[in-house]
């Protein structure tokens, strides 16, 4: 295995153990996650009893091919742990997310969770947030959106689908502008004004889950842990 794969997966078994009987697991999209759900997967098999709550599609079919039952925020409206990736992640713990186009269901998810994992890889640290912000917007307020975020400084792209022409759809029917504003110095100040704009369902940025958030950086030889 290579080493990012390596340090990934340290980061997910990392997690999935620190998870016990009888919790309810929010369960995030990305790579790293799937590690987690791997080992979730073999401890269940020991005898684990727990139920998972998917952040997207992406995340339910892995769940399912790992054997991990599933339950739903209206059924099951406190989540003990969720477990999640990120593609940034600053010294204040605050992240980018939304590589997956899942953010907006994984802060829904990261909200209602009591501790917020997050599994990285070292490669995801940074000193000052500085990656796209992947917006996700109702395709109905798309121009109206890109403008009110370039006039905030971002410069838009929307996402292409892979294999699939024109938009990527994501898992509630909506588009998603990725928007480059350079090193961000103030990332909860952003992240308001663009989730509070008409049109935006949410952006990338997490800066309000510090308090409750523990890192699991994956390394070659085992993880290290930065916390709130
Ligand atoms: C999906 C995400 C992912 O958690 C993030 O992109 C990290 O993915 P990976 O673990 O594959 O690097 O935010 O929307």
Sequence with gaps: MKEEQQAKQHAGYYAADLVQDGMTVGLGTGSTVFFAMERLSERISEGLSIRG???????????RDYGIPLTTLDDTPVIDIAIDGADQVDPALQL???????????????????????????????DVLSAPVP????????????????????????????????????DNGNWILDC??????????????????????????????????????????????LSG
């Design 96 to 126: 980018i997310k939304g590589r997956g186009a899942a953010h907006v269901r994984e802060r829904v998810v990261a909200e209602a969770a009591r501790k917020l994992v997050i599994v990285v890889d070292g490669g995801k640290l940074t």
């Design 53 to 63: 709550i998917p952040t997207s599609a992406q995340a339910s079919l892995r769940a």
């Design 135 to 170: 917006v996700e917007v109702i395709p109905f307020a798309v121009s109206i959106a890109r403008a009110r975020i370039e006039n905030l400084g971002g410069s838009c792209v929307l996402r292409e689908g892979v294999k699939k022409d024109g938009p990527v759809v994501t």
């Design 180 to 225: 480059g504003f350079g090193a961000i110095q103030k990332p909860a100040e952003l992240e308001a004004r663009i989730n509070n704009l008409a049109g935006v369902l949410g952006c990338g940025l997490f800066s309000e889950f510090r308090s409750k958030t523990i890192v699991v950086v994956g390394e070659p030889g085992g993880v290290r842990l």
